[in-house]
Structure formats: C-alpha cells, structure tokens
C-alpha cells in the first residue's frame, strides 16, 4: 500500500519560471493538503483541498501560488513566476477525510530557485 | 479557527534524561490532537494523537502525551532520552478534518 507520494523530489527553478509539484494521496483518502516549511521555520499550512474542490486557501500566498485536485489525477501545487523566498520544502498529506483522522505526509519536494 | 503554540524552538537534553516538548492550543470545539516527528529531509511521522478516551496517549519510540483540558495543554514527554530522538517535533491540532501545526520544536540530545 503505498504511501503519500509527491514528486519530483528535487526541483531547480530560475527566477521567474513556473513550478509545478504533485502529490498523489494514499488510496481511498480524498482529502489533500499542502503545507510549506522554510529552512529554519516551522510548517505553514498552505491549502486544503478535496476532489474538485479547494476547502481552505486561507495559508496559500494571494499572487503566484495556486493549487487543484481533480477528480482523475494528482493533486498539483503550482508556482508561477518563481522567486528566491519560494524556495522551501512543500509537504503534501492526504487524510480520508473524517474529523480527527491521521492525516499522512509525503516525503516532499524541495524547491529550489536559483 | 484552532491553532498551536509550541514553547521552545530549540530543546537540548542529555542522553538518559527526561524529555518534555510543550504544546499548548486553542479551538472552540472538543480538539483532536497529535504529535508528529520529522527528521532531516523526509516528511513527518505520526508519533500519536489524542481523539476522545484516555487523556494519557502512548505512541511510539517511547514517548507519551497527557491531555489536559483545563491547561489547553498536549505536552510530549520520554522518560529517558536516546541519541535516536534527535529531530523535529510538532504537534498539531484538528478540530474537524482541517490540521493546523505548531512551529515546530527541534531535539538534540547530548552524549
């Protein structure tokens, strides 16, 4: 059974360039969220998303951040128009959905912007 | 909205000695709680949760978090640390399937 996966792991972006990075929940959970650590800091909750529908945005940036979770596919965090303070590690986790459910962690994505 | 507050960006303990990493919270609603661990570059593992019942949850590793609802409290403790403990702890709340995490508190441990 396999876990929260997320790729790419590593990811090298120039200034102003788009990042897209993906997650994939773990079986029969619906419910996705992405979370943003920066080195030194703790983990900020970006956004909280269910198939088609974004639940709670309230943690994600107002310009450049967007993210999805279609009913077929990955969820996808993207990142337009990348800048040094974007560089961090982005932690996506999937739950079933039922309140005080484990949620799980992916082994992240680091971002780099160069 | 439910949130966290972890006190202490930074614990350092001997081996051998008590471990305690502080969490407090607040939600408007009964709260679920859970300590995670994270240890350098790999995503978090769930250490253990409190839902409703026992308000001492044991987890893993030896470790172990009391409830304390009069406190708002969540504290983490291991009665005697090993080198293999050394990483970041976090504790989160939920208060219906949203997660909010605390801003993290690194362990070292000392030979």
């Known amino acids: 059974n396999a876990g929260v996966m997320q790729n790419p792991r590593h990811l090298v972006r120039r200034r102003g360039q788009e990042a897209r990075l993906r997650c994939s929940p773990m079986?029969?959970?619906?419910?996705v969220y992405w979370y943003r650590q920066l080195p030194e800091e703790g983990l900020k909750f970006m956004v909280y998303l269910q198939k088609e529908n974004i639940i709670d945005e309230s943690g994600m940036p107002k310009e450049r951040f967007s993210a999805e979770f279609p009913k077929e596919g990955p969820s996808i965090l993207r990142i337009q128009q990348v800048v040094r303070g974007d560089s961090a590690a982005y932690f996506c986790?999937?739950?079933?959905?039922?309140?005080?459910?484990?949620?799980?962690f992916g082994e992240g994505s680091w971002l780099t912007v160069v | 909205a439910q949130s966290v507050t972890q006190l202490g960006s930074h614990v350092s303990v001997s081996e051998g000695a008590l471990v305690l990493l502080r969490c407090n919270y607040s939600s408007s609603v009964p709260p679920y709680l859970f300590w995670y661990v994270q240890y350098p570059n790999q995503g978090l593992q769930l250490l253990l949760k409190y839902t409703t019942g026992a308000t001492l949850v044991k987890g893993i590793n030896g470790f172990e978090a009391e409830f304390k609802k009069s406190e708002t409290s969540f504290h983490l403790t291991k009665p005697s640390a090993h080198m293999s403990d050394a990483a970041e702890y976090f504790c989160a709340v939920s208060d219906d399937d949203d997660m909010r995490f605390g801003a993290g508190t690194r362990l070292t441990v000392k030979p």
């Open positions: 079986k029969g959970h619906s419910h």
């Open positions: 986790a999937s739950s079933p959905g039922v309140a005080g459910n484990t949620i799980y």
